[in-house]
């Protein structure tokens, strides 16, 4: 017998928030991936922020494959001590909650 299902239908999930991607506002794309181990190499982490107070100003480029693969064959290795990619922004806040131009 099975339990009560506590949990509610993922596709049924909704909210009230603006939210941006920082990678894709910044950067125009997202990563492709901010997890890299021997077994699973894809996108787990991202940042967001509400676009009615913040406005991403820079993020940290996610090394490219053959960075990682100079210190090691996965993450962590001998240079990034975790298996997540660091994620960085600098963000303004946003007065008033009107985006500037």
């Given at each position: 017998e099975h339990g009560p299902n506590v949990l509610p239908?993922?596709?049924?999930?909704?909210?009230?928030?603006?939210?941006?991607s920082v990678y894709n506002a910044v950067l125009g794309e997202e990563p492709r991936y901010t997890n890299?181990?021997?077994?699973?190499r894809g996108v787990l982490d991202y940042m967001w922020y509400t676009t009615q107070n913040?406005?991403?100003?820079?993020?940290?480029?996610?090394?490219?494959?053959?960075?990682?693969?100079?210190h090691g064959?996965?993450?962590p290795n001998t240079q990034y001590s975790s298996d997540?990619?660091?994620?960085?922004?600098?963000?303004?806040?946003?007065?008033?909650?009107v985006r500037p131009p």
């Open positions: 239908d993922a596709m049924n999930i909704t909210h009230s928030h603006m939210l941006g890299y181990t021997s077994q699973f913040l406005r991403p100003l820079s993020a940290a480029t996610v090394p490219d494959e053959g960075v990682i693969l100079r064959e996965a993450l997540h990619i660091m994620q960085i922004s600098d963000m303004q806040i946003v007065s008033g909650g």
